[in-house]
């Protein structure tokens, strides 16, 4: 079995507002296992991270991205997910990765985006504990875990969690 992601073209869903370390130590640790990793958002390059630590580009926009171009999608958190959850273009994506069951993976806020695309009902799954009552209420069997994994779809709570996240994504990419 192939044991690092080289091959494997990896979305990461990001906007102004978004954790840096949730999205700079994914991107780094999906192309340290040989993946291809492009970081679209709905707007304009460069984006501001929600403690302002430096300008950060993005590959593309989400206008000009194909789900079949792509073996799963990655969203990180922060509040970058209340600005993605507004875009008909990511909720369009998400659901099409849903469809065709590649891994999705979400932390922290990013369960916003999973619940505007109407893809959490009756699934298991985990989030920052401030969003906790939005998955519930979404149909969220909520699990107050470091990672959970509910068929393609892939759970973590907050940047804590990063490491135990990042090896089920992995470990999802390898199988996939």
């Given at each position: 079995?192939?044991?690092?992601?080289?091959?494997?073209?990896?979305?990461?869903?990001?906007?102004?507002?978004?954790?840096?370390?949730?999205?700079?130590?994914?991107?780094?640790?999906?192309?340290?296992?040989?993946a291809?990793?492009?970081?679209?958002?709905p707007?304009?390059?460069?984006?501001t991270?929600?403690?302002?630590?430096?300008?950060?580009?993005?590959?593309?926009?989400?206008?000009?991205?194909?789900?079949?171009?792509?073996?799963?999608?990655?969203?990180?958190?922060?509040?970058?997910?209340?600005?993605?959850?507004?875009?008909?273009?990511?909720?369009?994506?998400?659901?099409?990765?849903?469809?065709?069951?590649?891994?999705?993976?979400?932390?922290?806020?990013?369960?916003w985006?999973?619940?505007?695309?109407?893809?959490?009902?009756?699934?298991?799954?985990?989030?920052?504990s401030?969003?906790?009552?939005?998955?519930?209420?979404?149909?969220?069997?909520?699990?107050?875990?470091?990672?959970?994994?509910?068929?393609?779809?892939?759970?973590?709570?907050?940047?804590?969690?990063?490491?135990?996240?990042?090896?089920?994504?992995?470990?999802?990419?390898?199988?996939?």
């Open positions: 079995m192939n044991m690092n992601l080289n091959g494997k073209r990896i979305l990461v869903l990001t906007d102004n507002y978004f954790e840096e370390s949730e999205v700079i130590y994914t991107i780094y640790r999906l192309r340290e296992e040989e291809e990793v492009v970081v679209a958002a707007g304009k390059s460069p984006l991270g929600k403690n302002h630590m430096h300008p950060f580009p993005v590959d593309a926009s989400v206008d000009n991205i194909s789900s079949e171009s792509f073996d799963g999608v990655v969203i990180p958190g922060g509040f970058a997910p209340d600005l993605l959850r507004r875009s008909g273009r990511v909720l369009d994506l998400v659901r099409e990765f849903n469809e065709q069951e590649k891994p999705i993976a979400a932390v922290c806020h990013g369960g985006v999973l619940i505007s695309a109407g893809i959490v009902n009756g699934r298991k799954a985990t989030s920052v401030a969003i906790r009552d939005d998955m519930v209420n979404a149909g969220v069997n909520f699990l107050d875990e470091p990672v959970v994994v509910d068929s393609n779809l892939i759970t973590s709570r907050v940047p804590a969690d990063m490491g135990p996240w990042m090896k089920a994504i992995i470990k999802a990419f390898i199988e996939r």
